[in-house]
């Protein structure tokens, strides 16, 4: 079901975070620093290590277009660094200057949040880099946080055990009190939502000091307001858990804990799928890769272990597994035509199609997309030597799937928007549960229009939803125009 592919042994004390864009892995550590590695070849960037915080590191995470990366420390900072340079965007000093135990960006990057160990959280304005709004959310500290899938709201959880929902102006939506007894040590929602009737639903996982790890339903109606309910106890870990993590596509949800251990969960069953046993000391951190099978660890053992998430194990592991990638394969570059292809992304394609073997060779050669595109069994062959016959008959055959791929076709009529009848760009649901362009659907709602464009019946809420699992469709889908 999972394999250790690579180990990272970089940093000199705990990890304490690790997180993973498309291309990228982030980790961070009480070594004060952050180190970024390509997910191609699991080398560190030239960039890397980034030292900016005066004391130990505590939480790092990727925004949505993996082109900054926001961590936070002991010394009260959040820190927005670019993934193209390694510079510091710009630093968010949390307000009383207390420690910051964990921070967030919203999908659209608007905000950036902060929740310290003094009980507050901040709220930043991305673009003008202001401090938007700051409060006190808890007498405990703030140690973990995660905004939901709309960006317009997010859950705090605290050291006291507590569950929040909370607006983006820091008005309480709900609260589930003593959610995880000694508390809650991390948080996280679910990437996808769904318009159910009246009320928007999405999935919340939360562990804590109990041994537990908890999957909630949260709906927030435009009438009854903002509830929360229980849907699984998880307990198969022996020790406190510390960090937990949904798939991109909500299908599995892992979690690390105490016992050293990593578990992996169906998360719409509940059902433990696979055990994960090879650090020595406290697994203080998960994440799912969002385009690849990977799974990524760290520990107090100083050290990040890559999983690969199929092969092997019960007919159920490699089912959820194929639900991981189904879908998303080649995530990371599909969202450019072939011809547009940098070294970096065909060393991913490699990746992806299990050619991992034939990276360092590419590279040494300076193979492109458009390369890519020209190469024959005579070019590998006699220029890039690759001697396995198998192999290259291997190669060939996936270039000419690319160059299929580029003779196009009609777009499929759900990537359509039902008032523009155009290609979406930024799907969102509605309260309806149907998919619309963000733009036209905005304006068609700011034209006092509170009736569904497809039912005529009223929407009982504006409330708009990313899709992110069709606009993934749809990346891939133009890559192949």
């Known amino acids: 079901m999972a394999s250790a592919i690579h180990t990272f042994r970089d940093h000199r004390d705990d990890v304490n975070c690790c997180a993973l864009s498309p291309t990228l892995l982030a980790t961070c550590s009480g070594d004060k620093t952050v180190r970024v590695y390509s997910l191609s070849d699991f080398s560190e960037l030239p960039f890397s290590p980034l030292s900016g915080h005066g004391y130990g590191v505590h939480w790092c995470c990727f925004s949505t277009c993996e082109s900054y990366l926001a961590s936070c420390s002991t010394d009260a900072a ?7 340079t390694g510079e510091i965007m710009f630093k968010c000093e949390h307000p009383g200057r207390s420690p910051v135990r964990v921070s967030a960006i919203a999908s659209d990057s608007s905000v950036v949040l902060s929740g310290a160990s ?14 938007r ?8 500290s703030v140690v973990a946080c995660s905004f939901t899938p709309c960006g317009q709201m997010f859950v705090t959880g605290c050291t006291l055990g507590d569950l929040k929902v909370w607006d983006l102006d820091l008005v309480q939506l ?21 318009a159910d009737g009246e009320a928007v639903k999405f999935r919340l996982v939360s562990c804590g000091q109990d041994s537990q790890l908890k999957i909630w339903i949260i709906s927030q109606h435009a009438a009854l307001g903002c509830r929360m309910q229980l849907l699984h106890t998880l307990k198969a870990q022996s020790g406190p ?7 991109n ?21 509940g059902s433990l799928l696979h055990t994960l046993s090879q650090h020595e000391r406290h697994v203080t951190t998960v994440a799912f890769a ?5 799974l990524a660890s760290g520990s107090m053992d100083k050290t990040v272990i890559m999983w690969r998430l199929g092969g092997g194990g019960s007919a159920q592991c490699a089912e959820a597994t194929a639900a991981v990638c189904q879908g998303r394969k080649r995530a990371g570059h599909s969202r450019l035509l072939v011809s547009d292809w940098a070294e970096e992304h065909v060393a991913a394609w490699l990746a992806d199609e299990g050619l991992e073997e034939l990276v360092s060779i590419f590279r040494r050669h300076n193979i492109d997309g458009p390369e890519l595109l020209g190469l024959t069994k005579d070019t590998l062959a006699k220029e890039l030597h690759v001697d396995s016959v198998g192999l290259r008959g291997k190669v060939v055959r996936k270039i000419e799937e690319l160059r299929a791929a580029l003779v196009g076709s009609p777009a499929p009529d759900e990537f359509l928007c039902p008032i523009t009848q155009e290609v979406m760009k930024d799907p969102v649901i509605a309260a309806d549960g149907f998919s619309y362009e963000r733009e036209a659907m905005e304006s068609w709602i700011g034209a006092k229009n509170r009736t569904s464009p497809m ?24 890559a192949t125009q």
């Open 78 to 84: 959040v820190i927005i660094w670019s993934m193209g």
């Open 118 to 131: 003094d009980g507050t959280v901040a709220i930043w304005n991305f673009q003008s880099r202001t401090l």
């Open 133 to 140: 709004r700051t409060g006190t959310v808890t007498e405990a």
């Open 174 to 194: 709900h609260a589930e009190k003593d959610a995880h007894d000694l508390g809650v040590t991390c948080c996280q929602c679910d990437s996808i939502s769904q």
């Open 241 to 247: 858990v510390l960090s937990c993590a949904f798939s």
């Open 249 to 269: 596509d909500g299908q599995l949800v892992a979690s690390g804990s105490v016992d050293k251990t990593v578990a992996l969960y169906d998360a719409n069953h």
């Open 290 to 294: 969002p385009a690849l099978p990977y």
């Open 455 to 478: 039912t005529n019946l009223p929407l009982q809420t504006t409330l708009l939803t990313p899709n992110r699992m069709l606009k993934m469709a749809i990346a891939r889908w133009r």
